[in-house]
């Protein structure tokens, strides 16, 4: 036996993106109090001030190569904010078929790759569903592995259409895209959407996505029994996943894909059980916890300065996100939490936690699929795709996107024709934030709050399924 | 110790078939621009030679070389390359996590001693003793020199471990620093572009397993077989760079009719890389089909030169015959001062002849 109470360094995570260490106080067998450190640290904010504003539309998605796209996404609508710049409806719509294909294919890998190989690990041998996991997604061999890297590979032809190349895709601009695809392109990326169906029906799913994306209570969705979401949710009644890592049950969503008729999800915020309007000049950055230097602001006057002396009590470079002065949980469950989704909701309203969390991602993969056929099959190759681009002035703009972890917000500053500031706040940023001026742990260090560990755990389970619940994306976070 | 699998023993276990095998071999034939008789020579090494380890490293980067990486065009490739045969270590897929990871890399190295390639995604920030990129508690310099040592050779994928990438943009605050400027004492190979092309990553990798050697590599340490010619010069729309017929906006009439991008600040003039032959995401597509032009991403600084929507201001009228080493030797012998320049690159260039040749005889 070892001491009751003990701390133990989680880290590195692997099989995340990027670079996480966690530090753990343990007593009793649970967790007492946790600090999520983000150890990477690059400077983009930095970087750009001085530059061309069009050229965060080049710089800023080289924060990440899996979400890419979200950052082009995000500073274009932030030099459009800047500008006055309305997409061609068409070109808003291209754009939306090329965040949602990155998006639908950063949850699948989220899932498969990163998330599902932690239950074939041997700890678990002798459980039911062990041998099945071990099959399926034993890390970089499990069969559902495989195919699922095929499958995304080929969803990704969408995006080499309409955007040249994935990662670090060129085309989204604050007034459309760079490319009209021609009625060719249009039929095949039909094609491929419809390639990608089938995979998420045969295996994933393992019957028709609108099954899925109609499932209206946790009831419901704990008697889908199919495919690997059925793996998943038989695995998740074992461990009893719904009560593991809560969040602070507040959700924030900027609203996703801005189409000519609105954002295809609503935007708002859900807390004290009912929805409520965003009001996104009541975020502020706290600093007290974060190797950085300066005060508290709101991104659009905030600076980064890091603090070479890495003076405590702060430890982490990553800056700590409330809205009004409180933590928020962001993703695709705060996604269709929301935008009022049946399932989502109960999901909410009983706690949320891993399961919810999953759940949420799943059923954001069958809506997302859904959505983009419907989007290709709009696509008029005749219509423009791009507006008139009104010239840079000076002044500042807001970029507000969800990116597949959650809301991404680029702020810009142009002073003189040159960026005078640009301060961004990544989803991982929300969930993965420090302690702020109050002592107010983030969403993801509350959540680890209680989980178990075993004696002989120095990497406990629990710990991992929590942290890769949220998907972190560690490169986005601090930037 | 007892012998190890050879890359056709990894293969057959996957239940590769004979038939696939030969395919893998002639298409691997052919993106390396060899001709067929290399065929049987590339199946008798993947016979007869042990598999060779390698580990996978990211240090300050954005997981977008990884990225591109799995999505290689052909099957086998992936399931070979990736997960049977290269990635002993690999910080972003493995299973391990914790300590048990930072295990599995000593083993790994203490194992294959001197026989393992390195392939460094990212690079090492230098600044404040390098505690931007810290893992495992350790600042990854310290993790780099530590793998490096025992490595029979370095593969600095994409701009971040070739360059530095964006990160070491002015003001580089993190001091963001290529992989050549803190391992000074191992071959090289830079695979720049940000990301690079898929294919190009198998393909290098591929040679260096099947021939047990660096590519030939042109001045920059790039392997020529893939840098040797400007996107320009097999740009599909090269020919109305020809006719003077450019794109004036985006969307315009001219964009809709395909000409070319020079205007809006097409950088493919001046930057040597595969795309505009190998293509991305599977062969479909590269950015200037996408009616965006090309940043040149796999040319050192690209991110410090004044706008990406800039026109290219110093281009050089060569025919399409000409590669990055004719350029330099033209543009050596016009400008008196850089010749001296020039004979050093040589030298260099010599030199990293050498590095392959004695790659080859340790081995």
């Keep these: 036996m070892t001491?009751?109470?003990?701390?133990?360094?989680?880290?590195?995570?692997?099989?995340?993106?990027?670079?996480?260490?966690?530090?753990?106080?343990?007593?009793?067998?649970?967790?007492?109090?946790?600090?999520?450190?983000?150890?990477?640290?690059?400077g983009f904010e930095r970087m750009l001030v001085g530059k061309d504003p069009r050229d965060a539309m080049t710089i800023t998605p080289r924060i990440c190569g899996i979400c890419s796209i979200s950052?082009?996404?995000?500073?274009?609508?932030?030099?459009?904010?800047?500008?006055?710049?309305?997409?061609?409806?068409?070109?808003?719509?291209?754009?939306?078929?090329?965040?949602?294909?990155?998006?639908?294919?950063?949850?699948?890998?989220?899932?498969?790759?990163?998330?599902?190989?932690?239950?074939?690990?041997?700890?678990?041998?002798?459980?039911?569903?062990?041998?099945?996991?071990?099959?399926?997604?034993?890390?970089?061999?499990?069969?559902?592995?495989?195919?699922?890297?095929?499958?995304?590979?080929?969803?990704?032809?969408?995006?080499?259409?309409?955007?040249?190349?994935?990662?670090?895709?060129?085309?989204?601009?604050?007034?459309?895209?760079?490319?009209?695809?021609?009625?060719?392109?249009?039929?095949?990326?039909?094609?491929?959407?419809?390639?990608?169906?089938?995979?998420?029906?045969?295996?994933?799913?393992?019957?028709?996505?609108?099954?899925?994306?109609?499932?209206?209570s946790l009831d419901a969705l704990m008697g889908w029994s199919t495919g690997d979401a059925g793996l998943f949710l038989r695995i998740a009644a074992d461990l009893e996943?719904?009560?593991?890592?809560?969040?602070?049950?507040?959700?924030?969503?900027?609203?996703?894909?801005?189409?000519?008729?609105?954002?295809?999800?609503?935007?708002?915020?859900?807390?004290?059980?009912?929805?409520?309007?965003?009001?996104?000049?009541?975020?502020?950055?706290?600093?007290?916890?974060?190797?950085?230097?300066?005060?508290?602001?709101?991104?659009?006057?905030?600076?980064?300065?890091?603090?070479?002396?890495?003076?405590?009590?702060?430890?982490?470079?990553?800056?700590?996100?409330?809205?009004?002065?409180r933590t928020m949980e962001v993703g695709a469950l705060a996604r269709a939490v929301v935008d009022g989704h049946p399932l989502a909701l109960d999901l909410a309203a009983r706690g949320g936690g891993v399961l919810a969390r999953i759940a949420g991602r799943l059923l954001e993969i069958a809506?997302?699929?859904?959505?983009?056929?419907?989007?290709?099959?709009?696509?008029?190759?005749?219509?423009?795709?791009?507006?008139?681009?009104?010239?840079?002035?000076?002044?500042?703009?807001?970029?507000?996107?969800?990116?597949?972890?959650?809301?991404?917000?680029?702020?810009i500053r142009v002073e003189g024709g040159r960026i005078a500031g640009y301060q961004i706040v990544a989803p991982t940023t929300w969930n993965f934030s420090p302690r702020d001026a109050e002592g107010t742990p983030g969403p993801v260090e509350a959540a680890l709050v209680g989980a178990p560990v075993r004696p002989d755990e120095d990497t406990p389970l629990a710990v991992q399924h929590i942290v890769r619940s949220f998907d972190p994306c560690m490169v986005c976070t601090v930037h | 110790m007892k012998p190890r699998e050879t890359f056709y023993d990894v293969m057959r276990r996957q239940g590769i078939t004979r038939r696939s095998f030969m395919k893998y071999c002639s298409l691997t034939a052919s993106a390396l621009g060899l001709g067929p008789a290399f065929v049987p020579k590339i199946a008798h090494a993947m016979e007869t030679k042990p598999r060779t380890p390698v580990i996978w490293l990211h240090g300050l980067e954005c997981t977008c070389c990884s990225e591109s990486f799995i999505r290689s065009a052909h099957p086998l490739v992936k399931d070979v390359v990736l997960s049977m045969i290269s990635l002993d270590y690999d910080?972003?897929?493995?299973?391990?996590?914790?300590?048990?990871?930072?295990?599995?890399?000593?083993?790994?190295?203490?194992?294959?001693?001197?026989?393992?390639?390195?392939?460094?995604?990212?690079?090492?920030?230098?600044?404040?003793?390098?505690?931007?990129?810290?893992?495992?508690?350790?600042?990854?310099?310290?993790?780099?020199?530590?793998?490096?040592?025992?490595?029979?050779?370095?593969?600095?994928?994409?701009?971040?471990?070739?360059?530095?990438?964006?990160?070491?943009?002015?003001?580089?605050?993190?001091?963001?620093?290529?992989?050549?400027?803190?391992?000074?004492?191992?071959?090289?190979?830079?695979?720049?572009?940000?990301?690079?092309?898929?294919?190009?990553?198998?393909?290098?990798?591929?040679?260096?397993?099947?021939?047990?050697?660096?590519?030939?590599?042109?001045?920059?340490?790039?392997?020529?077989?893939?840098?040797?010619?400007?996107?320009?010069?097999?740009?599909?729309?090269?020919?109305?760079?020809?006719?003077?017929?450019?794109?004036?906006?985006?969307?315009?009439?001219?964009?809709?009719?395909?000409?070319c991008l020079y205007k809006m600040g097409c950088k493919g003039p001046t930057t040597y890389n595969a795309c505009s032959t190998i293509r991305w995401n599977e062969g479909v597509s590269f950015p200037i089909q996408s009616g965006h032009g090309c940043i040149g991403c796999s040319e050192d600084g690209f991110w410090d030169q004044g706008s990406f929507y800039d026109r290219v201001t110093d281009l050089t009228q060569f025919g399409v015959e000409s590669n990055a080493d004719k350029i330099g030797m033209t543009a050596a012998a016009g400008v008196g001062g850089a010749v001296a320049l020039h004979a050093a690159v040589s030298a260099l260039k010599a030199a990293q002849r050498k590095t392959q040749n004695d790659v080859s005889e340790e081995a």
């Design chain 1, 71 to 216: 950052q082009s996404a995000a500073a274009a609508a932030a030099l459009g904010s800047l500008t006055g710049a309305h997409p061609a409806p068409q070109g808003a719509l291209a754009a939306a078929i090329l965040h949602g294909v990155e998006n639908l294919a950063d949850h699948v890998t989220h899932f498969n790759l990163f998330f599902m190989p932690d239950f074939a690990r041997p700890a678990y041998a002798g459980r039911d569903w062990h041998d099945t996991a071990v099959a399926r997604f034993t890390a970089a061999q499990g069969s559902a592995i495989r195919a699922t890297v095929e499958a995304r590979a080929k969803l990704f032809h969408i995006v080499g259409l309409l955007g040249g190349k994935w990662p670090h895709t060129l085309a989204i601009q604050p007034a459309g895209v760079t490319r009209a695809p021609s009625a060719r392109d249009r039929q095949r990326i039909r094609l491929s959407l419809a390639g990608f169906r089938r995979h998420l029906e045969d295996v994933l799913f393992g019957a028709p996505i609108e099954a899925f994306a109609g499932l209206k």
């Design chain 1, 241 to 325: 996943l719904d009560g593991l890592g809560r969040g602070p049950g507040r959700y924030l969503s900027f609203g996703a894909y801005p189409l000519a008729e609105g954002r295809a999800m609503a935007e708002g915020i859900w807390a004290e059980g009912r929805h409520q309007p965003l009001d996104t000049a009541a975020i502020t950055e706290d600093l007290t916890h974060a190797w950085m230097l300066g005060r508290a602001a709101h991104p659009a006057h905030g600076v980064t300065e890091p603090d070479m002396e890495m003076t405590e009590p702060a430890y982490s470079w990553c800056k700590a996100p409330r809205l009004g002065g």
């Design chain 2, 91 to 259: 910080d972003t897929l493995m299973a391990a996590a914790g300590h048990a990871a930072e295990r599995a890399l000593e083993e790994t190295i203490e194992q294959y001693r001197g026989n393992y390639i390195l392939a460094v995604e990212g690079n090492p920030p230098l600044n404040e003793d390098g505690m931007f990129c810290i893992t495992g508690g350790k600042p990854f310099v310290e993790k780099l020199r530590h793998a490096a040592k025992d490595a029979k050779a370095i593969i600095s994928w994409g701009a971040c471990a070739s360059y530095g990438c964006v990160q070491a943009a002015y003001p580089n605050p993190t001091q963001a620093t290529p992989v050549h400027k803190v391992i000074t004492d191992k071959p090289i190979i830079k695979v720049p572009g940000c990301p690079p092309i898929a294919e190009v990553m198998t393909g290098v990798i591929t040679y260096m397993l099947t021939f047990d050697r660096l590519p030939e590599l042109d001045r920059q340490g790039r392997p020529a077989m893939f840098y040797g010619q400007r996107i320009h010069d097999k740009c599909y729309r090269r020919p109305h760079f020809d006719a003077g017929q450019f794109v004036e906006a985006w969307d315009d009439e001219n964009a809709r009719k395909g000409y």
């Design chain 1, 3 to 42: 001491d009751p109470t003990r701390t133990l360094l989680v880290g590195p995570f692997n099989r995340v993106e990027g670079d996480l260490e966690i530090r753990l106080e343990v007593e009793d067998g649970q967790v007492r109090a946790a600090y999520a450190n983000s150890p990477l640290f690059r």
């Design chain 1, 367 to 411: 809506r997302t699929q859904v959505l983009l056929e419907e989007w290709a099959a709009a696509l008029d190759p005749g219509a423009p795709f791009m507006a008139d681009m009104p010239p840079i002035r000076d002044g500042s703009g807001e970029g507000l996107v969800e990116a597949a972890r959650g809301a991404l917000g680029h702020w």
